[in-house]
C-alpha cells in the first residue's frame, strides 16, 4: 500500500495574556486599529472573481450572563446570552435588565457583571507570500492558525508586543 506523504505543515500558536482584557471596548479598539493599519503587512488577494480585503473579520461573538438576586443575596435565576456583535450584546444586555416581566418570573432583581463577560473576534489574513491564515482574540489570549511560514508568526508576535494590551 500507498504511504499518505506530507504536502504541508500547518500550524498554530497562542499568546496567553498575563491579563485577561479589561472589556470589549478594549478589544474593539485594538481590532479597528488593526483593520485601519493592516500592521502585519497582509495583501488583498482574489477568490472566486471577488477582490477580498487583506485582513477581514470571519467570525465575531459576544457572551454574558445576567444574574437574579433575591432579598438576601441568593442568586435566583440567570439567563445567559450570546450576540454575533457588540452592539447587539450591549442592546440585548440592556433589555434584559429592563425587563420587568422577566425580573418578576424570576424572583429577584438582575445584574450584569462585564467582568465575565467572553468575547471572541477571529480574523482571517492574507500574507504577502500568498497563505491565508487567522488570528483569533478571546479575553485571555491571542491565537494564530493555519500558518506554515514561521515569518507570520514572527510578524504578529512582534505587533503584539507593541500592544500593552496583549502583554
Known amino acids: 500500500m500507498a504511504d499518505f506523504v506530507s504536502k504541508s505543515v500547518v500550524k498554530s500558536a497562542e499568546r496567553v495574556l498575563a491579563t485577561p482584557l479589561a472589556g470589549k471596548a478594549v478589544l474593539n479598539t485594538i481590532i479597528g ?4 493599519d493592516n500592521p502585519w503587512g497582509c495583501t ?3 477568490s472566486g472573481g471577488d477582490t477580498l480585503p487583506a485582513v477581514a473579520k470571519s467570525s465575531e461573538y459576544y457572551t454574558g450572563t445576567v444574574i437574579y438576586e433575591n432579598n438576601d443575596g441568593k442568586q435566583v435565576g440567570r439567563i445567559s446570552v450570546r450576540s454575533p456583535a457588540s452592539g447587539a450584546f450591549d442592546t440585548t444586555i440592556a433589555s434584559i435588565l429592563a425587563n420587568s416581566a422577566i425580573e418578576t418570573a424570576m424572583g429577584g432583581t438582575p445584574s450584569h457583571d462585564s467582568s465575565e463577560d467572553g468575547f471572541n473576534i477571529t480574523l482571517k489574513c492574507h500574507a504577502e507570500n500568498g ?3 487567522n488570528v483569533s482574540f478571546k479575553r485571555d489570549k491571542v491565537s ?3 500558518y506554515e511560514s514561521d515569518s507570520i ?7 503584539a508586543d507593541t500592544v500593552g494590551e496583549l502583554a
Open 33 to 36: 486599529n488593526i483593520l485601519v
Open 44 to 46: 488583498s488577494y482574489i
Open 131 to 133: 497563505e491565508l491564515y
Open 144 to 146: 494564530i492558525s493555519s
Open 153 to 159: 508568526l514572527t510578524t504578529v508576535e512582534t505587533w
